[in-house]
């Protein structure tokens, strides 16, 4: 980017957006601008406008402060109508502002958890993401009004970054809630593998997409997706076996952040574009970000996990792989 390009971060007082202005503060060719309806308590310094998605003055905002590239992090938990209607008056503003880049925040769940999918999903891939849980339902309508905006302004190069599940030591996400339930509840029968991204990994992509120019969406996750067994062993979890038509009915009562169908069935997102396009590497592995996540809130006593112990259950895990596969191919 050109010297003291401005960026605008929406939602500057949110968890992400607090993170990312810190982040992008630390570039010396740009300027950072939060915007939120409340000041946030960091980062010092942060250059701060008070106002609304919604201010009928947002793209003179944009225009006046000559805004090259736009961060949209400004999602309210429980609140998915009036996040897609913030996204909405965002975009159409900076189309009238010129703005050049919106990046925003997505998820490799909007493809949805399905018998039928590829055992890889591009960015192609249709989005059959569950409507059933609420903060899901808003971001599969995000992500239709962006399709639509793209068609419409071909002058704002959007980028939608998708993530896979977010793990690490401070971050709040579906991934970090169902793992501090005391028993996280499973369908008996089924174990899936899924792809993690650490928190720091994700606030990295953020400003590399914001700094560099990508068009389209891009999915985003560490390498070596994990089975489910082994996330909540990592997590040093005990499992709630359920039959699935009782997880459905019961995921009320259980505040499951995660749909069932994403308990049930494979949803790996395909990294090619993101490691050759956008090329981007996440510091974390799966691996390295769960158990990030599982430090400060579970610390080891003495003796509790042996690393020789942690190396051979690999092996046996590994083994008892080899011969399931072998089994398959004999029958």
């Not at 050049?100 to 493809?111: C, D, Q």
Request: charged share 20%; proline share 8%; aromatic share 6%.
């Amino acid at each position: 980017m050109t010297n003291q390009a401005t960026i605008l971060i929406t939602g500057a007082a949110s968890y992400w957006g607090a993170r990312v202005a810190a982040r992008l503060m630390a570039e010396p060719a740009v300027h950072v601008i939060g915007f939120d309806l409340a000041p946030p308590e960091e980062p010092a310094g942060l250059d701060f406008v008070e106002a609304s998605l919604t201010n009928p003055a947002l793209a003179e905002l944009l225009a006046a402060e000559e805004v090259a590239a736009v961060c949209h992090l400004d999602f309210v938990d429980g609140a998915g109508e009036a996040n897609v209607a913030g996204t909405a008056k965002l975009l159409q503003a900076c189309a009238a502002a010129g703005v050049a880049r919106v990046v925003l925040k997505s998820s490799t769940a909007v493809y949805g958890a399905r018998p039928d999918n590829p055992a890889f999903l591009t960015e192609a891939a249709p989005l059959r993401g569950s409507r059933r849980y609420g903060p899901l339902r808003a971001l599969l309508d995000i992500e239709a009004l962006c399709h639509n905006f793209q068609q419409q302004s071909p002058g704002v190069s959007l980028t939608i970054l998708r993530f896979a599940s977010i793990a690490g030591p401070t971050a709040d996400t579906p991934m970090t809630r169902f793992l501090n339930q005391p028993s996280p509840p499973v369908l008996l029968g089924f174990d899936p593998s899924l792809q993690l991204i650490h928190e720091d990994d994700v606030v990295e992509a953020l400003a590399h997409a914001v700094l560099n120019d990508l068009l389209g969406p891009v999915n985003v996750a560490a390498e070596g997706a994990l089975p489910l067994t082994r996330i909540l062993t990592i997590a040093r979890r005990v499992p709630l076996p359920l039959l699935h038509p009782l997880a459905y009915r019961a995921q009320k009562a259980l505040r499951l952040p995660i749909d069932p169908d994403y308990l049930r069935y494979t949803w790996i997102a395909d990294l090619a574009r993101m490691r050759e396009e956008m090329g981007f590497a996440p510091h974390y592995s799966a691996e390295a970000a769960l158990r990030a996540f599982v430090g400060p809130r579970h610390p080891a006593t003495d003796g509790e996990v042996d690393p020789e112990a942690e190396r051979l259950r690999h092996i046996i895990e590994r083994r008892r792989q080899e011969k399931t596969s072998e089994s398959e191919s004999e029958s």
